[in-house]
Nanobody
Framework: QVQLVESGGGLVQVGGSLRLSCAAS????????VGWFRQAPGKEREFVAA???????YYANSVKGRFTISRDNAKSTVALQMNSLKPEDTALYYC????????????????WGQGTQVTVSS
């Protein structure tokens, strides 16, 4: 089992920045792929970014160039730095983990966090 706890969400103006963090516990974090997803009101949950155990990274086109995913295996954390935020970035953001990188990228991770709300006001 893996437990994931997100933090760092909040209210920000258009063009602003936020940094989300996810703390993992329960298994060997360093060998897991992790990622971020989001779900806006009335929409399906969508993939945002993924990072493999050895640093391979993949982003959704909608956030490429604005968001940066990173991980700290020593602290068992993964972060999502979000810059140049837009109103359409407003969503509940979820941290996810899986044994395989592919599972994250195709949207089928094994473990999910509870989510943290990000609201971008115009």
């Amino acid at each position: 089992q893996v437990q994931l706890v997100e933090s760092g969400g909040g209210l920000v103006q258009v063009g602003g920045s936020l940094r989300l963090s996810c703390a993992a516990s329960g298994r060997t974090f360093s060998s897991s792929a992790v990622g971020w997803f989001r779900q806006a009101p009335g929409k399906e949950r969508e993939f945002v970014a993924a990072i493999s155990w050895n640093g391979g990274i993949y982003y959704a086109n909608s956030v490429k160039g604005r968001f940066t995913i990173s991980r700290d295996n020593a602290k068992s954390t993964v972060a999502l730095q979000m810059n140049s935020l837009k109103p359409e970035d407003t969503a509940l953001y979820y941290c996810a983990a899986s044994d395989t990188y592919r599972a994250i990228v195709v949207g089928r991770p094994d473990y999910w966090g509870q989510g943290t709300q990000v609201t971008v006001s115009s």
